[in-house]
């Protein structure tokens, strides 16, 4: 059978070898302690089950009307961006996806026709680049690094756009750096954009509620009016709400973007599941004491990441600002312990520390690890104790 081309060209993930042998560890008895999750180590609040549950009793369990998304759930949407966002929107211009994921897909595939190119920052969470190449596109590659906090300048922005320029990501908290882009910030890159003429910027907006150090979450399609008609708003309740499992996302933009990705949506997937739909409005207009309690214990557990982090000969960790992750330069180490590059590093520190954390270039930065902090307390303790002794 032969596999497309499209598909063969998609790259494995980085990741995969470090985790594999991770599993391999733990199946084995060994005790490996887990710094890579990519959600968080929260249950889903009992009321949003609670309306699943209500959801299914009702018989919601058909395909939802429309597929793009109950009116219910645009309107919470609506609201939710309104209350955090400061972003006026109308339930047609929302779309309700299966996870971000799918929304950032279908936008991608609606933008881009082969040999289109797209702005991304590095360092990039992992399926940009790969959702980019599947539509054709290609990937115009930003590198930052410690010094500029992992944010790209105006500059660089100015620099990397073309003719051929369709799109940028901007992806704020960020995994795996956490870095955040604050109001002047993206009013000097929004700057740029107007200047240079027609690109979307697709704002990836998944971890807006876990920002730290009393900062405040800035929309990007809140910089201006001109970033109010060409920016996508992606959010979902994978984060926010912890439902990583529940497979639903949503987008908000301009209109005739979301009408399109309905459209292929429809053909693709038929879009999420009712009941999670229900589930996630009840989340979103309901009481947001839950999203408060996790994002409390995110600070208290990233401030002790950082300081032990910094701590350690070699590495240097930028102050964290938001998301569920920190993404330490570990490159000062890389000549004591004899290895030149993060795949390597990962791997010797799962075998001899027995911790197993994501190497930075999975995200396109090979001098740097990610390490999670969606776990515990004692984990994270313990985790740095054996990654403190592996360094020295
Ligand atoms: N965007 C970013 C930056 C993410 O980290 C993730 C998940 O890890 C997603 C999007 C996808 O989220 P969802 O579960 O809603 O598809």
């Known amino acids: ?57 009702r018989g919601e369990t058909k395909y939802a009307k429309p597929a793009s998304g109950t009116m219910e759930l645009k309107q919470a949407v609506v609201e939710k961006l309104q209350r955090d966002n400061r972003l006026i929107y109308e339930p047609a211009e ?19 026709d082969p040999g289109d190119e797209v702005v991304l920052p590095i360092p990039y969470w992992v ?28 500059d660089q922005l100015r620099t990397a756009l073309s003719s051929k320029t369709r799109a940028v990501v901007i992806n704020s908290p960020s995994n795996p750096s956490g870095a955040t882009y604050d109001t002047e910030q993206l ?21 807006d509620q876990f920002i730290y150090g009393g900062r405040t979450h800035v929309s990007f399609a809140a910089a201006s009016s001109y970033t109010r008609e060409h920016t996508l708003t992606v959010n979902g309740g994978s984060k926010t709400f912890s439902m990583t499992g529940w497979r639903i996302g949503y987008a908000a933009g301009p209109r005739n973007l979301i009408r399109n990705m309905a459209k ?22 309901g009481d947001q004491s839950c999203v408060a309690e996790m994002k409390s214990e995110f600070e208290g557990r990233v401030r002790y990441l950082h300081q ?20 330490p330069d570990v490159s000062g180490t890389y000549k004591r312990l004899g290895v030149t590059s993060s795949v390597e590093w990962a791997t010797r520190l799962l075998e001899e520390a027995h911790v197993s954390l994501v190497p930075g270039a999975a995200f396109g930065a090979d001098r740097c690890v990610r ?16 990654v403190a002794q592996f360094v020295s």
Request: aromatic residues 6%; proline residues 4%.
């Open 187 to 207: 009013a000097t890159l929004a700057q740029v954009l107007e200047d240079h003429g027609e690109v979307t910027v697709v704002s990836d907006e998944i971890y």
């Open 371 to 386: 390490f999670s902090f969606a776990t515990s307390r004692e984990n994270l303790e313990l985790g740095l104790d054996r």
């Open 308 to 327: 032990r982090l910094n701590d350690l000969p070699g590495v240097v960790c930028p102050e964290p600002e938001g998301s569920i992750f920190v993404f």
């Open 264 to 285: 292929l949506q429809s053909q693709l997937t038929s879009g999420a599941a009712t009941f999670s739909m229900h589930a996630l409005a009840v989340a979103l207009t």
């Open 94 to 112: 929302v779309l309700v996806s299966v996870g971000a994921k799918e929304a950032i897909g279908l936008a991608f595939a609606c933008l881009l």
């Open 1 to 57: 059978m032969k596999i497309s081309q499209r598909v063969q060209n998609l790259a494995e993930s980085a990741t995969i070898a470090v985790a594999n042998r991770s599993a391999e560890m733990k199946a084995a008895g060994i005790d490996v302690i887990s710094l890579g999750a990519g959600e968080p180590d929260f249950d889903t609040p009992s009321h949003v089950k609670e309306a699943a549950w209500q959801s299914l009793q």
């Open 127 to 154: 399926s940009y680049p790969e959702q980019i190449k599947l539509t054709g596109g290609i990937p115009v590659l930003i590198e930052t690094d410690v010094a500029s906090g992992y944010k790209i300048t105006p």
